[in-house]
């Protein structure tokens, strides 16, 4: 199973991107999918994820009401819009697969994870 995101790049600050996550493999349609994120100089962390009908979300605090991710079943695709893009939120963002199920803030839970891709915000 591969996971591939892509939409990265350099975006002015207040501006928007959106990331995509392609699954290489349909047993991953009802894993929830996940968005996390490594800060130069941080810990990896949460950023959103969603149930494998995606009828739940779960953001991190940071992020809440200028992210939104979704997902398309038909093709295995998971995405994270990102609105209102802040200096802070510049980071290599990865997307990750828990094929248990089971929605998670925490990294231990996703057992597939995919090469990240750089967001770089300007100020």
């Known amino acids: 199973v591969q996971l591939q995101a892509y939409g990265g790049g350099l975006v002015q600050a207040g501006g928007s991107l959106r990331l995509s996550c392609a699954a290489s493999?349909?047993?991953?349609?009802?894993?929830?999918m996940g968005w996390f994120r490594r800060a130069p100089r941080k810990e990896r962390e949460f950023v959103a994820a969603?149930?494998?009908?995606?009828?739940?979300?779960y953001y991190a605090d940071s992020v809440r009401g200028r992210f939104t991710i979704s997902r398309d079943k038909a093709t295995n695709t998971v995405y994270l819009q990102m609105n209102t893009l802040q200096p802070e939120d510049t980071a290599v963002y990865y997307c990750?697969?828990?094929?248990?199920?089971?929605?998670?803030?925490?990294?231990?839970?996703?057992?597939?994870w995919g090469l990240g891709t750089l967001v770089t915000v300007s100020s």
């Open positions: 990750a697969a828990a094929s248990a199920g089971v929605l998670s803030r925490g990294m231990s839970a996703y057992d597939y």
């Open positions: 969603i149930s494998w009908n995606a009828y739940t979300t």
């Open positions: 493999d349909y047993t991953l349609s009802h894993a929830v």
